[in-house]
């Protein structure tokens, strides 16, 4: 298996042609950008319709449907059809653990969703193992990168500044 400092030093000096021989795969799973060539992979592109991501999660379309009208996933839209990306499958198959394996129903599912900050983010970096070198919060498994665990902020500063809430709310006593 390649590397990721190898596959992009792949990617640097050679053509695109190259991609037929990486698994595609691998190119979804290791950034939310992989530039090949001129082609630029865009994990939240909208690549798929509603039949098709229920019958990879094992799930029924309405399931999908519910999941949405109660705010855990918001697929785009093309037109009046639902366009599910690689990261919203993500969250699906998240979303499908903690229902399925968890026992969580739909508000308990939404009440762990609202503790990640990034679900809804392209900015999310995705989490590290536990034996990582990096601090991650053991009992916060990452939703992106299925065994590892969200990262712990250093500072305030790196936590509070990135929060949304935080940005509106500057100069509230509470949050200073």
Known sequence: MLAKRDFNEIIDKTSIKLLNIIPYWYILITEPFVWAGDKMLDEERPLYTIGTVADLLG????????????????????????????LDLKRLKFIKFMID???L??????QVTRMYSCWFRRTCRGGARKNSNVPVNESKPCWKEEGTFCLQAKDKAEFCHSCERWKRCRDCADCN
């Open 105 to 110: 129903n739909i508000a308990g599912v939404r």
């Open 101 to 103: 394996e968890q026992g």
């Open 59 to 86: 799930e029924h379309p309405e399931t999908l449907r519910v999941w949405e009208r109660n705010g855990l996933i918001s697929p785009q839209r093309e037109g009046n059809r639902r366009k599910y990306s690689n």
